[in-house]
């Protein structure tokens, strides 16, 4: 029941700027932890940058001083906000979160991920 909606990729020229934004919805007792994450064509998926509930953040060293990741807990949203934009940026990117679900079970920490959304960066 749970769902990851991303939005804010597209097409944009080096050193431009991209805003992405990351929807959780549906039955969630707590998000621990949310992030992103970035694939391109033949390159493993790798960590862009994490948020934990604490507010502890993870940059890849690829983006630091670039990228900022930032939380909406009112609205369970993350963002990122992508400054300086390089052609090697250019991938697609994905949401991602620990989310602690209440069932009739109990609590349970499952993670799940966006269905990516495409940033592309031109020359």
């Given amino acids: 029941q749970v769902q990851l909606v991303e939005s804010g990729g597209g ?4 050193g431009g700027s991209l805003r992405l934004s990351c929807v959780a919805s549906g039955s969630i007792f ?3 932890a949310m992030g992103w994450y970035r694939q391109a064509p033949g390159n493993q998926r790798e960590l862009v940058a994490a948020l934990t509930s ?13 990228f900022t990741i930032s939380r909406d807990n009112a609205k369970n949203t993350v963002y990122l906000q992508m400054n300086s934009l390089k052609p090697e940026d250019t991938a ?11 069932t009739d079970m109990g609590l349970y920490e499952l993670n799940y991920w966006g269905q990516g959304t ?6």
């Fill in 30 to 32: 707590s998000i621990n």
């Fill in 54 to 66: 604490g507010g502890k953040t993870n940059y890849a060293d690829s983006v630091k001083g670039r």
């Fill in 118 to 123: 495409q940033v592309t960066v031109s020359s």
């Fill in 11 to 14: 097409l944009v020229q080096a």
């Fill in 92 to 102: 697609a990117y994905y949401c991602n979160a620990d989310i602690t679900r209440a």
